[in-house]
């Protein structure tokens, strides 16, 4: 089965497009928000294909309220660097038959082939939590929507990506969470694969 997974997913990145200013490294989230007043560090190294080598995004998060959340990201690799901020709504929660629906809004410094870009990316985002015996499955929709405005005399560009993973919660690791997402470029962006794990915790004194 897992072999079957892999060797599809190898199919779909194979048709990968060329490399624009939109940032690696997965988006690895899911549309349910962390308990109120609560952090979560996250790690999501990438395989970026047609040419674009290996690329580790890290984020710290930040759950202000029950529908509000923040973060802050860096992310470096072969194609280059981001930095930057976003805004995560969490406009539905997940109940009964109705999934959970986020929106992301943000703003980042991105340099991608040496290219400086100035990036504004919205990301809406839908899953839905399946409980289980040992821990839980969420599988999840998103689409990354970029804006770019280049700092030179490449023009700016309009890039499109859409993720498909799933977050695995395990009882027995304490809280630590881990992804699995296929990312695949639309339009002016590139296809990927992203793992990540994570670790909410309620303060830095904890």
């Keep these: 089965m897992i072999r079957k997974f892999f060797l599809a997913v190898g199919c779909l990145v194979s048709l990968s ?6 940032i690696p490294g997965g988006n690895i989230r899911d549309a349910e928000g ?3 007043r609560s952090f979560e560090i996250v ?3 990438a395989v970026v294909f047609a040419d674009g080598g290996m690329y580790l995004n890290t984020e710290l998060r930040y759950q202000a309220t029950e529908d509000i959340g923040a973060g802050a990201a860096f992310g470096a690799g ?3 660097f981001n930095f930057g901020g976003y805004a995560m709504w969490y406009m539905l929660p997940d109940m009964g038959s109705q999934p959970a629906v ?3 809004g ?3 410094f991105n340099q ?6 100035f990036l504004f990316r919205i990301s809406p985002v839908v899953s839905k939590h399946l409980a289980t015996n040992w821990g839980g499955l969420t599988p999840y929709l998103s689409a990354q929507i970029s804006p770019a405005f280049s700092f030179g005399t490449v023009p700016n560009i309009f890039s499109m990506r859409m993720s498909m993973g799933s977050l695995v919660t395990i009882n027995s690791f304490n809280g630590l969470r881990l992804w699995a997402e296929v990312g695949l470029g639309i339009v002016n962006s590139f296809n990927e694969i992203a793992l990540g794990v994570s670790f909410p915790f309620s303060s830095f004194g904890e």
Excluded at 17 to 22: E, P
């Design 17 to 22: 497009q060329g490399l624009a200013s939109d």
């Design 34 to 36: 962390l308990v109120p």
């Design 43 to 45: 790690m999501s190294p």
């Design 78 to 80: 072969e194609l280059g």
């Design 102 to 104: 986020g929106l992301l």
């Design 106 to 108: 943000g703003l980042f």
């Design 112 to 117: 991608v082939a040496s290219e400086d870009y």
